[in-house]
């Protein structure tokens, strides 16, 4: 095991959570820059997360659904990204999705005991 679990949600998390979040907000009919303001990320970004060079991650339906409410709240300004994406990491290692998601970009025994994510299995 090479990535600790914090690597593997700057790495592949967060990208694949906010590639969800763009394509979300631009079935929406937000605009790029748009989309970038309120993600706070650069157009070209956007352009990126849009066109899959960015976020490779594939989530469970569960987590979709989240994000799906996620996209609805920062469309109507109930809350912001940076929020969202917090509430949304924080799921996905509650649920132990971060252990599978390790699993598909490293050597991670079945039984790992690295992280307490998957004591809860």
Do not use: W
Request: charged fraction near 35%; glycine fraction near 2%.
């Amino acid at each position: 095991m090479k990535l600790m679990i914090q690597e593997v949600e700057v790495r592949y998390v967060i990208p694949s959570i906010r590639r969800e979040l763009a394509n979300g907000l631009n079935k929406e009919k937000f605009k790029q820059k748009e989309i970038a303001e309120l993600l706070n990320i650069t157009p070209s970004a956007v352009s990126q997360y849009l066109s899959n060079k960015r976020g490779t991650v594939k989530f469970s339906k569960r987590i979709i659904d989240e994000i799906t409410k996620a996209v609805e709240k920062i469309k109507t300004k109930k809350s912001t990204a940076h929020k969202e994406i917090i509430k949304l990491t924080d799921l996905i290692k509650k649920t132990a999705n971060i252990c599978e998601i390790h699993r598909l970009y490293d050597d991670v025994p079945e039984k790992c005991e690295v992280c307490f994510y998957n004591e809860n299995k």
